[in-house]
T-cell receptor, first 115, second 116 residues
Framework: EPEVTQTPSHQVTQMGQEVILRCVPISNHLYFYWYRQILGQKVEFLVSFYNNEISEKSEIFDDQFSVERPDGSNFTLKIRSTKLEDSAMYFC?????????????FGDGTRLSIL | AQSVAQPEDQVNVAEGNPLTVKCTYSVSGNPYLFWYVQYPNRGLQFLLKYITGDNLVKGSYGFEAEFNKSQTSFHLKKPSALVSDSALYFCAVRDRAGGGADGLTFGKGTHLIIQP
């Protein structure tokens, strides 16, 4: 069964540095998402992406964040200047294009640790 | 705004007994409802969804959930629990009025512990 893959599994970065989290969604999916999960807390929606542009974003997704689909297969989340509170698990997800009742398929996540 | 409540941080069940993990939701319109399971150091795995039709939805690994519109609930159930069902379970909702790119709103999760 096709899967969403995320790299790296764990990223350690100094505060203030830029970080790029990478995702390869399922190949025939059209909608892409990033979520985060701070340790011990619930999964929170960050942003969705469709047709090469952001469709929806939460208030968490401020100017420090950006997303890109650079080559038709990868989907990246960039944090420009990391803060301690950015430490979390970041999950990428994708879903088919048949409508919003389709389940989102999640990757195993990238654990981001900001020092 | 939409929201999901999972009132129990942890549910303990003996192996072989039925289990229920509770979820209530709030949306402005009609909901799409989902259950996901998370094992340690893994992403969320889709279990089942309610879209329309029969209020009792069957999903993976013998799980089922019952949609109750009057109580705005979508409780997850299984007739006979297995030790391997021990994991973190998330209920999620999205508003039908939204578009295909809408993010899911998750509950805070319930730890399900099945005791041998």
């Amino acid at each position: 069964e096709p899967e969403v893959t995320q790299t790296p599994s764990h990223q350690v970065t100094q505060m203030g540095q830029e970080v790029i989290l990478r995702c390869v969604p399922i190949s025939n999916h059209l909608y892409f998402y990033w979520y985060r999960q701070i340790l011990g807390q619930k999964v929170e929606f960050l942003v969705s992406f469709y047709n090469n542009e952001i469709s929806e974003k939460s208030e968490i997704f401020d100017d420090q964040f950006s997303v890109e689909r650079p080559d038709g297969s990868n989907f990246t989340l960039k944090i420009r200047s990391t803060k301690l509170e950015d430490s979390a698990m970041y999950f990428c997800a994708s879903s088919p294009g048949q409508g919003q009742n389709q389940p989102q398929h999640f990757g195993d996540g990238t654990r981001l640790s900001i020092l | 705004a939409q929201s999901v409540a999972q009132p129990e941080d942890q549910v303990n069940v003996a192996e072989g007994n039925p289990l229920t993990v509770k979820c209530t939701y709030s949306v402005s319109g009609n909901p799409y409802l989902f259950w996901y399971v998370q094992y340690p150091n893994r992403g969320l795995q889709f279990l089942l969804k309610y879209i329309t039709g029969d209020n009792l939805v069957k999903g993976s690994y013998g799980f089922e959930a019952e949609f109750n519109k009057s109580q705005t609930s979508f409780h997850l159930k299984k007739p006979s629990a297995l030790v391997s069902d021990s994991a973190l379970y998330f209920c999620a909702v999205r508003d039908r009025a939204g578009g295909g790119a809408d993010g899911l709103t998750f509950g805070k999760g319930t730890h399900l512990i099945i005791q041998p």
